[in-house]
């Protein structure tokens, strides 16, 4: 199961755009990238999934490299709203498949 | 969107007791999940379930039971509660093919 690593928190402000950047060097041929948005007290939720080059929706874009040992979470003009949790997650559909969370980043907008 | 449902979202229990904690899905999801997940720290997973009949522990040990007897249902059951049960249990549930999780709200616990 591919580990990944995250900064631990960061900060922005608002309207900037923000970069969070997660490593998983050890991702499998079959293994999908997808990252989750986690506001205190709630679950967390779906924000953007992908397997390789860019992936863009309402709300974020996400970009993987050729080698995917990384990928970048990228979210454009920041409000104080998304001060929360993000995490990244990496894994597949098939067969054995347990979705383990890492410590996630702490984002904090600023006015 | 999602419909998983986690009840109750708040409980606050004596130690000794037994507890339910009660989690639905409408999405006919074969995947089904819980986590627990202390405040300000990571979720962990505690036991997990690929279908009807199918239950497996997770990554964190837990006195905690499971039982998948529908597609839609996934209680998690405590037999004896203790304050370090305190924490926010959250059941989350996913397609057969695909790695997107739909979480519950979430039940906080206290065990006193």
């Known amino acids: 199961l591919a580990k990944t690593t995250q900064p631990i928190s960061m900060d922005s402000y608002e309207g900037q755009e923000v970069n969070i950047t997660c490593s998983h060097n050890n991702i499998a041929t079959n293994d999908y990238i997808t990252w989750y948005q986690q506001f205190p007290s709630q679950g967390p939720r779906f924000i953007i999934q992908?397997?390789?080059t860019k992936v863009t929706n309402e709300v974020a874009s996400l970009f993987i490299p050729a080698d995917r040992k990384s990928s970048t979470l990228s979210l454009p003009r920041v409000s104080l709203s998304d001060t929360a949790v993000y995490y990244c997650?990496?894994?597949?559909?098939?067969?054995?498949?347990?979705?383990?969370f890492g410590a996630g980043t702490r984002l904090a907008v600023h006015p | 969107e999602a419909d998983i449902y986690q009840t109750p979202r708040y409980l606050v229990i004596g130690t000794g007791k037994k507890i339910t904690l009660e989690c639905s899905q409408t999405?006919?999801?074969?995947?089904m999940y819980w986590y627990q997940q202390d405040p300000g720290m990571e979720l962990h997973l505690i036991h997990y379930s690929y279908g009807v009949n199918s239950t497996e522990k997770g990554d964190l040990s837990s006195e905690s039971t499971v039982s998948r007897i529908r597609t839609e249902h996934f209680p998690l059951t405590l037999e004896s509660a203790r304050p370090s049960h305190t924490s926010q249990y959250l059941c989350?549930?996913?397609?057969?093919?695909?790695?997107?999780?739909?979480f519950g709200s979430g039940t906080q616990l206290s065990v006193l």
């Open positions: 992908g397997y390789k």
């Open positions: 997650l990496v894994g597949n559909s098939g067969g054995y498949n347990k979705l383990i």
């Open positions: 989350a549930s996913s397609e057969s093919k695909g790695e997107k999780l739909f």
């Open positions: 999405m006919g999801h074969d995947k």
